[in-house]
């Protein structure tokens, strides 16, 4: 699928050398799809939810925090860093997961769409020895809640943001969280534009508490 359509029903705008990107790296996520069945979303949803969600949660992220560096967690196929880094022009990206083929299936569609700004690295969180480094924290979630927050809270600096993304809200999960290293910020609907409909998507929005 060509990528005018979600693009401007979702009124976003961003340079013609960025979309091509995009449309190459959605391109080799439907033919994944079809091949490996690598991802549970359908070839008709890939760009909205690979592409349009990521750039929309780049346009509200930004108006609370331009990060020089930005860590995603449990990134699968690049989702959502590898939109994300065609908004946030400045920001450094590494995009981390456990799995061989999914990283090994990422660098490859980001050195031949000639992606910027952006690292891959293959690990389990836990062996990651970047604590307190990132301006801003993403994933689209490893688990639960509690457990995303865990992580992203290790990893984020001093008053930096995490942003969590949920398809669905839990408003008892949320609102049972209790994590002393975070303050919760609020929550971003991300209204999608699909073509017949639209869909609310969410950003849980934490801001990481200054050590005294």
């Known amino acids: 699928m060509e990528l005018f359509g979600p ?3 979702n009124q976003i705008e961003i340079d013609q050398e960025d979309v091509d990107k995009l449309t190459l790296y959605v391109r080799k996520l439907e033919k994944w799809s079809l091949i490996h069945a690598l991802t549970s979303v359908s070839a008709r949803e890939i760009p909205y939810v690979f592409v349009v969600e990521p ?7 930004s108006k609370l925090v331009n990060p020089n560096n930005c860590l995603d ?5 690049g989702n959502p860093g590898v939109a ?3 908004y946030l022009k400045r920001t450094n990206f590494l995009l981390v997961d456990s799995s061989q083929k999914k990283t090994a299936l990422l660098r490859q569609v980001i050195q031949e769409a000639k992606f910027e700004r952006i690292d891959v690295l293959t690990s389990r969180l836990e062996d990651i020895s970047s604590k307190n480094a990132f301006d801003l924290v993403i994933s689209r979630g490893i688990g639960p809640l509690e457990k995303t927050l865990d992580y992203a809270a290790e990893f984020v600096k001093d008053k930096g943001i995490i942003a969590i993304f949920k398809a669905r809200l839990d408003f008892i999960e949320y609102k ?13 609907n991300l209204k999608v534009m ?5 869909i609310s998507r969410y950003l849980l929005i934490y801001k990481k508490v200054q050590n005294s």
């Open 194 to 198: 699909y073509p017949s409909k639209e």
């Open 7 to 9: 693009l401007k029903s």
């Open 84 to 86: 994300m880094s065609t």
């Open 73 to 77: 967690m449990g990134t699968g196929f």
């Open 176 to 188: 049972s969280i209790q994590n002393d290293m975070v303050s919760f910020q609020g929550i971003v």
């Open 55 to 61: 750039i929309l949660a780049s346009m509200s992220i």
